[in-house]
């Protein structure tokens, strides 16, 4: 009999597919606690994806409309049972900011060494670890993972970033930009947030906008 871990990696899995189609994403790592092993019934799906530079807005803009879509995609209001299931997109980032921004702590060593590629060409998923392993203790080294499924992007994907990949694009860049720009410094002015990690530039997007669970388990000395 399968267990909840073994079941949700299966769900997540099923769903991940879409990342085939989504334009502009290059790979995605799954993090948290299914990342950790550690996930419970009603865990979400917490991933960072790579983005192409210069399109990572509209990349996050397709993927919060496409696994939207589907009721995939994790809102931040949600929580418990409301979020069980659902990708939480927390973190883009292009090639120039693959390396995590510090400060740095054991937390994070522990996370970004338990990432699992699910999509993406194996030497993007190398230079990604490549960029971490300059603050990781011991670099990580890509080894092939059965969950590891979609490595090659589907032909919507392709037809996508064949018509957004010029001016065209760029256009739309810039307003997808102003559009989320406005929204993520709307929600700093209105929202409570405990030490937050929030990062919004053309090359990373970041949304950790409560740390409080990660100092306490820094405190407990989970690690």
């Known amino acids: 009999m399968e267990n909840v871990l073994d079941l ?11 990342f085939s189609f989504v334009p502009f994403v290059e790979i995605v790592f799954v993090a948290g606690s299914m990342a950790m092993e550690t ?19 509209t990349a996050r803009a397709f993927c919060i409309f496409m696994f939207g879509v589907f009721g995939w995609r994790k809102r931040r209001s949600e929580t418990g049972t409301r979020a069980k299931d659902k990708f939480c997109f927390s973190h883009f980032v292009t090639p120039e ?3 995590l ?7 994070w060593e522990k ?3 338990s990432l699992v590629p699910v999509y ?14 300059i603050w990781m ?15 090659k992007p589907g032909y919507i994907k392709i037809f996508l970033e064949k018509i957004l990949g010029g001016k065209l694009g ?46 306490e388990m820094l405190n407990r000395k989970e690690f």
């Not at 993406?120 to 392993?133: C, L, R, S, T, V």
């Not at 203790?137 to 490595?151: F, M």
């Open 8 to 18: 949700k990696w299966n769900k997540l899995l099923s769903r991940a597919g879409l």
């Open 39 to 57: 996930a419970g019934e009603n865990s979400d799906f917490d991933v960072i994806v790579g983005v192409k530079t210069g399109r990572i807005f």
């Open 97 to 99: 900011k693959y390396g």
């Open 101 to 107: 921004s510090g400060p740095y702590n054991i937390y």
């Open 111 to 113: 996370l970004y060494s």
């Open 120 to 133: 993406g060409e194996k030497e993007k998923i190398q230079k990604f670890y490549d960029a971490n392993g």
């Open 137 to 151: 203790k011991n670099k990580k080294i890509y080894t092939k993972d059965v969950r590891h499924l979609y490595l």
């Open 170 to 215: 760029n256009i739309l860049e810039v307003w997808l930009k102003n559009i989320q720009v406005e929204k993520i410094e709307k929600s700093l002015k209105t929202e409570k947030q405990y030490k937050p990690r929030i990062i919004f530039n053309n090359q990373e997007l970041e949304f950790h906008p409560d740390t409080r669970r990660i100092e």
